[in-house]
């Protein structure tokens, strides 16, 4: 891998990485080097100095580095976390009442039982008979990775 410093005709200075020293002239050679900032394909290598120059305080920095890829492939990861965490939470504030779901969720709708979070399993007809009573509920999807914890 070879990363050169590359600048376009507008002076925008960024980062060139190729498989070689040869590919890096060739593409450069065949304008098939872009600058990331304008586009511009009249893409010139600077000496290498500037990496050694330690005081470079307006050097620009990161202005080719690949961030969209990284979080792009970061988005799906995020999301199941904030599921799980979610799911988490839900499983920490709910009673788990098994089969009598449907039981209870009626009961406390009637006042017949104290008002709290309940959660365990019911068939669709049960949670259809509970939405013509007025009951609210919602499907939980318990990932696996948490189905130890659920009990
Ligand atoms: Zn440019």
Same mark, same amino acid.
């Given at each position: 891998?070879?990363?050169?410093?590359?600048?376009?005709?507008?002076?925008?200075?960024?980062?060139?990485?190729?498989?070689?020293?040869?590919?890096?002239?060739?593409?450069?050679?065949?304008?098939?080097?872009?600058?990331?900032?304008?586009?511009?394909?009249?893409?010139?290598?600077?000496?290498?100095?500037?990496?050694?120059?330690?005081?470079?305080?307006?050097?620009?920095?990161?202005?080719?580095?690949?961030?969209? $890829? %990284?979080?792009?492939?970061?988005?799906?990861? #995020?999301?199941?976390?904030?599921?799980?965490? =979610?799911? @988490? !939470?839900?499983?920490?504030?709910?009673?788990?009442?098994?089969?009598?779901?449907?039981?209870?969720?009626?009961?406390?709708?009637?006042?017949?039982?104290?008002?709290?979070?309940?959660?365990?399993?019911?068939?669709?007809?049960?949670? $259809? %008979?509970?939405?013509?009573?007025?009951?609210? #509920?919602?499907?939980?999807?318990?990932?696996? =990775?948490? @189905? !130890?914890?659920?009990?």
């Amino acid at each position: 891998m070879k990363v050169l410093d590359l600048r376009c005709a507008h002076d925008h200075r960024f980062e060139g990485w190729f498989a070689s020293e040869e590919e890096a002239q060739s593409q450069i050679a065949r304008d098939l080097v872009q600058c990331p900032v304008c586009g511009d394909h009249a893409v010139t290598r600077l000496p290498s100095a500037p990496r050694l120059n330690l005081s470079g305080a307006t050097a620009p920095k990161g202005a080719a580095k690949p961030a969209q $890829q %990284a979080a792009t492939a970061a988005a799906p990861a #995020t999301l199941q976390a904030l599921y799980m965490k =979610a799911v @988490k !939470q839900v499983l920490a504030q709910t009673e788990d009442v098994g089969e009598r779901f449907a039981e209870e969720a009626r009961r406390m709708h009637y006042d017949e039982a104290p008002e709290r979070g309940i959660r365990g399993s019911a068939s669709p007809e049960e949670v $259809q %008979a509970l939405a013509e009573e007025g009951i609210e #509920t919602f499907p939980l999807i318990v990932p696996d =990775a948490l @189905k !130890q914890t659920a009990h």
